[in-house]
């Protein structure tokens, strides 16, 4: 019914920078609140950045100053502009969103599939 569609890792040096997008598609009603969480290695699942519908946001406390989360409601896609990367943002990055499929009523939570980013010392 929703798929998402991220885009944008790679391999990148310490200080260097990476742009990822994400591209909801499908049964599309209204989308709420976007978002982008990441999974290192033996790690939980964390929240990165969230924004919602109207254009508030959210930070991590380790990617506040760095890490700018934005969204374009007309191409129901959502971006992260990560600066300064460092080893420790090494991860796999999935896209969040909630979205409320045509002619239902409830809202459900989709994922895409991950995109890897790896920040080399």
């Known amino acids: 019914q929703v798929q998402l569609v991220e885009s944008g890792g790679g391999l990148v040096q310490a200080g260097g920078s990476l742009r990822l997008s994400c591209a909801a598609s499908?049964?599309?009603?209204?989308?709420?609140?976007m978002g982008w969480y990441r999974q290192a290695p033996g790690k939980q699942r964390e929240l990165v950045a969230l924004i919602t519908s109207g254009g508030g946001t959210n930070y991590a406390n380790s990617v506040k100053g760095r890490f700018t989360i934005s969204r374009d409601n007309a191409k129901n896609t959502v971006y992260l502009q990560m600066n300064s990367l460092k080893p420790e943002d090494t991860a796999v990055y999935y896209c969040n969103a909630n979205v409320r499929v045509l002619f239902t009523m409830r809202p459900n939570d989709y994922w895409g599939q991950g995109t890897q980013v790896t920040v080399s010392p």
């Open positions: 499908g049964s599309i009603g209204s989308i709420n609140a």
